[in-house]
């Protein structure tokens, strides 16, 4: 069972993305950037760590709704297989799931 900090407490937060769309741009005449499409991306892992014991509070991969682009691995270090149901040695979770848990911990 995991302890969660006393109110007041610190925890340590991170979150790992991958992209789901990709963002369309040209080159204009003079040489700028004009975006056509923005690139969007879906939260795929959260990580919850009390800094007092450095005990993990949550580490999850989340399941992303739309289909992954770019696991952007180079940043995030997320692999293909991590996020995939049949294959994944991870946690996975739904976006619902990784926002009640995150709510406990805030109205905790």
Known sequence: M???PEQGGLVAFDAEFVQVQIEESRLTATGSKRTMKEG?????RISLINCQTGTV?????????????DYLT???GIRPG?????????????MRDAYLK???LLDR
């Not at 969007?40 to 795929?44: G, T």
């Not at 509070?57 to 682009?69: G, M, S, T």
């Not at 996020?83 to 979770?93: E, F, Q, Y």
């Open 82 to 94: 991590d996020l995939d149901p049949a294959s994944s040695t991870h946690r996975l979770i739904t």
């Open 40 to 44: 969007r991306n879906a939260l795929a």
């Open 74 to 76: 180079r940043f995030s």
């Open 57 to 69: 509070i949550i580490d999850d991969h989340v399941l992303p709704r739309e289909p992954v682009v």
């Open 2 to 4: 995991v302890e969660f």
């Open 102 to 104: 995150m709510r406990v």
